[in-house]
């Protein structure tokens, strides 16, 4: 048997990708399904003064419209599940449908139930809602300021919350030989998975059980809330999440629409169908990122960082979103410092109300805020100083033997040598060669720049007790069920939830090296909480640090039981026998051994057991992790003005990532190329815009502009190997790192360039516009 | 997103489908390619009670020469102005500029006739037709015009198509010989026009003989920068007069502003693209 | 104007099969192919089309099939990807995109398959930058498209050894 651990092992869920015969939600096709469509505000901030459904009713093949009224009392409100403590969170109530009140473009008022998605939507258009508009506030700073609209009365201020952590007195800054400031912004981004959302409910009116096929990357989690919404006990409920078709953390959040879906089905006893046109994922989704940023960071001329402080003000939308409240402030404020050795640090932070939609995790999830700020205060103290970014960066790292190293705020890095990763960087780029030929460019008038993230993020969620103790009302452990069938054929439940990182892949690796069964013999079974024990989903690079090692504790049960198993029928005793690859083996007799599935059989026969070993070839673990695992890397991007139009080209992007013990490397690649366009997306081109009225501007992808395969050159990659030492794989996740690192490293690229011209900083996306009025000394557009 | 209901009918003819519009007027839409009547009609933004599907009329179809004209059908798909030798030979500006348009799928559906009755303000076609010097045969059941095509773009999605006017052709007159270039500074979402410029040249003895300069994405609607090339005739495109003329491609237009670009940015980048479309169509020249 | 009928007849050869029905003109080709003929591996990815997750071969072209009316496709071809593998034995392009690691969640697959079997038809050996302006045509939040355009790369080279 070879090792499978660390191979480019081909996919075996493309199997059925490829050949287009994947079960997405919107392919669930069932006898007699009726097709759901929501009636969306079109306004920011408005009373309802009434909904007239009766022409919409009167439409043949019309089924039914529901409305907030009538869902009083019948639906409970969509509750967030976080509640950061100490944070004064103000909780308001997120009814599925408006009742008087819209407080966003997308907010839903009613829902039309017709025979078929063409006359659901007609039926749509046929609903009248007589809204009084009041005014609204969708910027984060405005929403703040004295007089602003209120969005939810019980809010003063619209304040959702005030979080804080550490603190840094006022002298350590008055000291310093060098003072830093900077105000970023981090503008929202529109997740866009390619599949939009959907549902699909069936009820089955003899059990009074709900079935939800729907777009989840945490099935357990949504069923919990779900059931709690549609107030039925948990165990009526089932949730599938087939295939998936990305989340990005869009499909962590539970919405109001699949509880009205699966209300819909059982009171019309019919299996109902919605699905999101892209248009409404504009609005009706959640939303990432969005903060503003005060950062203050105080250091001495050396380069040696000395402090570092954030305020930050982050927009939450019109209501709490699932894990809303822990996005800015946990994810975020807790690892500010980044991969710097900074003594004294804090974060304070404003979760702020407006009038637009909800924002909540986006790949990556308050890290990409942390590390852009700390990345780009790098590269202005170090041009404050007159010292090489690198030189800065390299001075103020964690050294390697430091480890675990515990940051200003309490978080315990795992392992790490940055200075590795940051070297292997220099030598692919080779730095000093790079930094010439951009001297010589800037001679013809041509203008490179180099940009450089050295990253580290906090990921692979997380101990259940510090889940607790942050205020997530969840545990982070995860659940894995090994089951081995008389046959020898080995089915694996696992409570993560893939939707495109390939865990079918992956965790089959990791059980048939850890059992020694063929590969073929192993089906990985996701994505069903009537299948799967219990889980907690696919988020935060946590599948494979967490569900990973929860399969590789059960893989170690089985082969522990197997060995007694062994031992007994080859009279032997059970030290003396040795598992290895896939055989126990009595040692130093090569000629007495069993395979792992011949025991098996044994297993489940039961004949001749050894005392005390029940039948059966079934192991679980529920593993709940003693830390987060925490990657790291160093990202390179080089960048191309051209200063007639302020364009940027990216020329050459280098990455360079640690995410731990590697198990699929063909995997690991693509999750980085992935990422790192998704960051290099928000630097360049990503930005959802709302007019004053709270209008959002940016609805389709004929203005949002998501990154194309023609604005990237290949990505190179390379790897360095520092295993955690928690986990019994020593992985760590690699889910966001691009998109952590690439963001900062092309935003210092494109600084970097602008350097005749002396731009300090520029907020994202640099769009050509930008870039040329900052060379142009024109100011911001008006 | 789905189009309110409407009655389909499929023309087989070009007489079938001049009585159609004209038994409806202002309630059918000529449906082409579709790939800018069928967005419109999914966001319910066009809804129109007829459409009339033309993808069978032979009369609307082929590319030809007559005379010192080049005939291209209403129906030529963006493709095959890309890869029709005549086109290649006569017109090649049309070709440069069919090759920039949206994606490849796109440029499979996409017709000539849809991209101008369309009139998007952003679209590259018509900013090359303009440089071009296309004019429109126009038919109905009342008779044939022919319209100059910068008479007939009169604004945003807005022209001088009659309710019950069918758009037959093209006619550009055949330009062998002369250089040409479409730079285009694209959206980096809908990949239409921020600026698109179209430049032609046709030179005698080293000097600009005649100039065509056809402008998308800047105005309300595509237009030809006259003044601009008033400016080149009878030079040497020497870097001066060429940054002078490029300078004033804007003078007399209402510039178009978005969250992208705003009316002054898209002013110089309308000078700086006008610059390089001529200095390239000048180099084709040369070549 | 008068109407008598709502529905269209139409006949359409789908993945080599003929198929006719009954369909309201504002039926999309996307829809019709998956509520009706139940090949739901095109999937409909945006509403203003733009991400092309929805293409498929219509008449030996790629367009997006979520901006043709069935009853445009009348009398035509249509290749969908349930078309594209022959005998149980993957098409080029499929076995490439496995191969490559050129997808991740599966949802735009079909799409860029059916892109890339074009592309090839049409041009048999694109260089990378060709790929990549091909791609234009399509939407991809997963892969950052480089294992994409590596797939379609693998992909011409097995064609061109006639693999």
Redesign the interface.
């Known amino acids: 048997m070879n090792a499978l651990i660390g191979q480019p092992v081909?996919?075996r869920?493309?199997?059925?990708?490829?050949?287009?015969?994947?079960q997405?939600t919107?392919?669930v096709?069932l006898p007699g399904m009726v097709y759901a469509v929501m009636v969306r505000s079109p306004h920011a901030h408005a009373r309802i003064r009434g909904i007239d459904a009766s022409r919409a009713l009167g439409m043949p093949g019309v089924l039914a419209v529901f409305t907030g009224r009538d869902l009083e009392g019948v639906l409970g409100s969509v509750p967030t599940a976080w509640i950061p403590p100490n944070s004064d969170l103000k909780q308001t109530p997120h009814r599925p449908l408006a009742v008087d009140t819209v407080r966003y473009v997308g907010d839903a008022v009613a829902m039309v139930v017709a025979e078929d998605?063409?006359v659901a939507?007609?039926a749509a258009?046929a609903v009248v809602v007589d809204y009084e508009p009041l005014p609204a506030v969708a910027d984060v700073m405005a929403a703040v300021a004295e007089g602003a609209p209120l969005v939810h009365a019980d809010a003063p201020g619209n304040i959702a919350l005030h979080w804080k952590a550490g603190e840094v007195p006022d002298e350590v800054f008055a000291r310093a030989e060098v003072v830093v400031r900077q105000r970023f912004r981090q503008q929202r981004l529109i997740p866009?998975?390619?599949?939009?959302r959907a549902a699909v409910a069936q009820y089955d009116s003899a059990t009074g059980h709900l079935t939800v096929w729907m777009t989840s990357q945490n099935p357990h989690i949504h069923r919990f809330i779900l059931a709690g919404i549609l107030g039925i006990p948990e165990h009526h409920l089932r949730v599938v999440a087939q295939?998936?078709?990305?989340g990005?953390g869009s499909k962590i959040s539970c919405y109001p629409d699949e509880a009205l879906v699966a209300h819909a089905a059982r009171v019309l006893r019919r299996p109902v169908k919605w699905v999101e046109?892209?248009?409404e994922h504009f609005t009706a989704t959640t939303h990432g990122r969005d903060h503003v940023q005060e950062v203050e960071l105080a250091g001495r001329r050396d380069g040696t960082i000395e402090a570092l402080r954030v305020k930050a003000w982050a927009n939450l939308g019109a209501y709490l979103s699932t894990a809303a409240p822990g996005v800015p402030t946990i994810l975020f404020g807790l690892i500010v410092n980044g991969c710097y050795r900074i003594p004294q640090a804090s974060t304070e932070v404003f979760g702020v109300y407006t009038h637009t939609t909800p924002v909540d995790a986006y790949r990556g999830a308050g890290r990409p805020e942390a590390t852009y700020l700390i990345e780009r205060m790098i590269d202005l103290f170090a041009d404050a100083i007159g010292m090489d970014p690198v030189e800065v960066r390299r001075k103020n790292f964690v050294p390697r033997d430091q480890f675990p190293y515990t940051n200003p705020f309490g978080i315990t890095y795992d392992s790490g040598d940055y200075e590795r990763a940051l070297q292997r960087a220099l030598e692919r780029i080779d730095y000093a060669a790079l930094r010439r030929e951009q001297a010589a460019l800037r001679a013809q008038g041509r203008y490179l720049g180099i940009g450089f993230s050295t990253y580290v993020e906090m990921c692979g969620l997380g101990p259940s007790e510090v889940a607790g103790a942050v205020g997530f009302q969840g545990g982070l452990w995860e659940h894995a069920t090994v089951r081995v069938h008389p046959s020898g054929k080995v089915q694996v439940f696992t409570g993560a939830s893939p939707?495109?990182?390939?865990e079918e892949t992956t965790f089959a690796q990791i059980v048939a090296e850890k059992l020694g069964v063929p590969f073929e013999d192993i089906e990985v079974v996701h994505g069903d909480t009537d299948r799967i024990t219990m889980g907690w989903g696919t988020y935060g690079s946590r599948s494979l640090a967490v569900g990973g090692s929860a399969l590789a504790v059960a893989c170690q049960r089985l082969v522990e039981k197997g060995q007694r198993i062994a031992a007994h029928r080859l009279e032997a005793a059970v030290e003396d026998v040795v598992f290895e690859a896939g055989r126990y083996q009595v040692r130093g007799v090569p000629d007495r051994s069993l395979g792992f599935q011949e025991v098996a059989l044994q297993a489940h026969l039961a004949w001749n057991l050894p005392p005390g070993v029940e039948p059966g070839m079934e192991a679980s673990s529920a593993y709940n992790p003693s830390n987060f695992t925490f990657p790291f890397g160093t990202h390179v991007a080089v960048v191309e003005v051209d200063p007639?139009?302020g364009?940027v080209e990216l020329k050459r992007y280098v990455a360079v990532d640690d995410c731990g013990t590697p198990i699929n490397p063909?995997?690991i690649?693509?999750?980085?190329?992935?990422?790192?366009?998704?960051g290099v997306g928000q630097a360049l081109?990503e930005g959802a815009?709302y007019g004053e009225d709270g209008q959002l501007?940016?609805t389709?992808?004929?203005?949002?502009?998501?990154?194309?395969?023609?604005?990237?050159p290949?990505?190179e990659t390379e790897a360095t190997v520092t295993p955690s030492p928690h986990n019994p794989l020593g992985v760590k996740g690699v889910g966001e790192t691009?998109t952590i690192a690439a963001t900062p490293a092309v935003v210092n690229a494109v600084i970097d360039a602008l350097k005749p011209w002396n731009v300090r900083h520029l907020d994202m996306p640099l769009?050509?516009?930008r870039v040329?009025?900052a060379i142009h000394g024109?100011g911001a557009?008006? | 997103m789905i189009p309110e209901r409407f009655r389909y009918h499929r023309a087989r003819s070009l007489d079938e489908a001049l009585d159609l519009v004209a038994q409806a007027p202002g309630q059918a839409r000529i449906l082409a390619g579709g790939h800018s009547l069928i967005p419109l009609m999914k966001l319910r933004l066009a809804q129109p009670q007829w459409v009339i599907d033309v993808e069978e009329v032979a009369e609307l179809r082929g590319i030809r020469e007559e005379g010192e004209v080049l005939h291209i059908g209403a129906m030529t798909r963006y493709r095959e102005l890309m890869t029709d030798p005549l086109v290649a030979r006569d017109a090649p500006l049309l070709a440069l500029a069919a090759r920039r348009v949206g994606d490849l799928q796109v440029r499979n559906r996409g017709t000539v006739g849809g991209a101008l009755c369309h009139a998007d303000p952003a679209a590259d076609l018509p900013a090359a037709a303009l440089a071009s010097d296309a004019e429109l045969e126009l038919r109905s059941r009342r008779g044939q015009r022919r319209v100059a095509l910068g008479d007939f773009l009169q604004g945003p999605l807005t022209t001088d198509l009659k309710p019950d006017e069918v758009l037959v052709a093209i006619h550009v007159p055949r330009r062998p010989g002369w250089g040409v270039a479409y730079q285009k500074f694209p959206h980096p979402a809908s990949g239409y026009a921020v600026v698109g410029v179209a430049a032609a040249i046709a030179a005698e003895s080293g000097r600009v003989a005649r100039v065509c300069l056809g402008v998308t994405g800047v105005g309300p609607r595509a237009y030809r920068a006259a003044a601009s090339e008033e400016r080149l005739v009878g030079t040497g495109l020497d870097p001066e007069v060429l940054r002078a003329a490029s300078a004033v491609v804007t003078d007399g237009i209402a510039v178009n502003h978005d969250q992208f670009a705003s009316a002054e940015y898209r002013r110089h980048l309308a000078a700086t693209y006008a610059e390089r479309a001529l200095a390239a169509a000048w180099a084709a020249i040369q070549a | 104007m008068e109407s008598t009928e709502d529905l269209v007849s139409i006949s359409v050869t789908v993945n080599g099969r003929r198929y006719a029905d009954q369909v309201e003109p504002r039926w999309l080709l996307a829809y019709w192919l998956r509520d009706r003929l139940g090949l739901t591996g095109t999937h409909v990815g945006c509403d203003t089309s733009q991400c092309g997750v929805c293409t498929v071969i219509l008449n030996g072209q790629a367009v997006k099939s979520c901006t043709i009316l069935a009853v445009q496709a009348d009398n035509g071809t249509v290749l969908t990807v349930e078309g594209l593998a022959q005998d149980g034995t993957l098409h080029p392009v499929q076995a490439a995109f496995s191969e490559a690691h050129g997808l991740q969640c599966g949802f735009c697959t079909p799409g860029a398959e059916m892109l890339a079997v074009a592309l090839l038809e049409e041009n048999p050996h694109p260089t990378e930058a060709e790929i990549r302006e091909a791609l234009d045509g399509l939407l991809c939040r997963c892969t950052g498209y480089q294992h994409i355009v590596q797939a379609v790369a693998l992909a011409a080279e097995r064609k061109g050894r006639g693999a």
């Open positions: 081909r996919r869920e493309d199997a059925r990708l490829v050949v287009g015969r994947g997405f919107d392919d096709q998605r063409y939507r007609d258009e866009n998975p390619m599949e939009p295939d998936v078709g990305g990005f046109d892209r248009s939707h495109g990182q390939g007639a139009t364009a063909l995997i690649a693509g999750q980085v190329h992935g990422g790192i366009v998704q081109w815009v501007l940016t389709s992808f004929l203005d949002y502009a998501m990154p194309k395969a023609r604005f990237f290949p990505i691009g769009t050509p516009e040329w009025r024109k557009q008006g």
